[in-house]
Every structure is written in C-alpha cells, then in structure tokens.
C-alpha cells in the first residue's frame, strides 16, 4: 500500500488546512486510516485515526478542531483542521493499517505562525 499525502503548507493561527491522503489497493474501505505529527524535537504522535467503519478517535490536543474523515470511493482520508495554533506545527504523516501489514506515507509540512 503507497499513501500520498498532501495539503500542508503556512497559515497563521487561528486558520484552518485541510489534508489529504490517498491510498493505493483495492481494498481501502476495509483499512483502518489515522494521521500522526512529530514536531521538531518530539516524538511522533496520534492526531486522529478512523476505523474501516468510520469510527474516529482524536487526541485530546485536538479535540474539538480537527476533523478525520474518509471517502472510499476516492480512496482518501482527509483531516480537516480548525483553529489552528502555532503548537500545531509539525509533519503530519498518514498511516494505515491493513490485513497485509501497517504502512507510513511521506509528510506533510504543516506550519502555524503566531
């Protein structure tokens, strides 16, 4: 399974972004999809991940402000993001985890200024 994600980019805070990541296979509506960050000097952490029945978790950190969602006839996982804070800097990869294995995709860059 390849994942492209895409999306990031400069907002100043209190904005919003959008990201998306599309899934290759056949099967994506059986996956379950989620999206981590790791800031500079952090380590990689859960943002939101929704199952293949589209239940959704979310870390506390975000609760409230960003939206996971998926469309399975696009084969994409999208996480929407609102009020954005300069805490929310980081790179934002997509993950999946499938029958056949768990897989990473390549970052996104997502900066917040002040």
């Known amino acids: 399974v390849q994942l492209q994600a895409s999306g990031g980019g400069l907002v100043q805070a209190g904005g919003s972004l959008t990201l998306s990541c599309t899934a290759s296979?056949?099967?994506?509506?059986?996956?379950?999809m989620g999206w981590y960050r790791q800031a500079p000097g952090k380590q990689r952490e859960l943002v939101a991940t929704?199952?293949?029945?589209?239940?959704?978790e979310y870390a506390d950190s975000v609760k409230g402000r960003f939206t996971i969602s998926r469309d399975n006839a696009k084969n994409t996982v999208y996480l929407q993001m609102n009020s954005l804070k300069p805490d929310d800097t980081a790179v934002y990869y997509c993950?999946?985890?499938?029958?056949?294995?768990?897989?990473w995709g390549l970052g996104t860059l997502v900066t917040v200024s002040s």
């Open positions: 929704i199952n293949y029945g589209s239940s959704t």
């Open positions: 296979g056949t099967f994506f509506s059986t996956y379950d």
């Open positions: 993950y999946t985890r499938t029958l056949a294995g768990n897989y």
